[in-house]
Nanobody
Framework: QAQLIESGGGLVQPGGSLRLSCVASGRTFSNYAMAWFRQGPGMEREFVAAITWSGTSTYYADSVKGRFTISRDNAKNTVYLQMNSLKPADTAVYYC?????????????????WGQGTQVTVSS
């Protein structure tokens, strides 16, 4: 059974950094597009960043562009989200997701596999 397991969340001060990791198991995700979504308190789930199976193309939400970087290591079946210059507005549960193929979608319904999420809290 395919699973996505996130880690790396926690409490960080504004301006700080965190790196989230997502390890995929149960199948090979090297031919899957991967992405991160997040859901803040009282908010709808929103797109954060996506990466093609090869890692050569990425796409970011405007709210994180220039601060967050998505990357992947297919040999380790792992995708990362490096988050810098964090703001309180970045506080949310972050979800790792996957879909077959190479299309980068910002829509939740386009992703077949979801992790359980990891909490990121940005507060002083």
């Amino acid at each position: 059974q395919a699973q996505l397991i996130e880690s790396g969340g926690g409490l960080v001060q504004p301006g700080g950094s965190l790196r989230l990791s997502c390890v995929a198991s149960g199948r090979t995700f090297s031919n899957y597009a991967m992405a991160w979504f997040r859901q803040g308190p009282g908010m709808e789930r929103e797109f954060v960043a996506a990466i093609t199976w090869s890692g050569t193309s990425t796409y970011y939400a405007d709210s994180v562009k220039g601060r967050f970087t998505i990357s992947r290591d297919n040999a380790k079946n792992t995708v990362y989200l490096q988050m810098n210059s964090l703001k309180p507005a970045d506080t949310a549960v972050y979800y790792c997701v996957a879909r077959p193929g190479n299309y980068l979608s910002t829509r939740t319904n386009d992703y077949d596999f979801w992790g359980q999420g990891t909490q990121v809290t940005v507060s002083s």
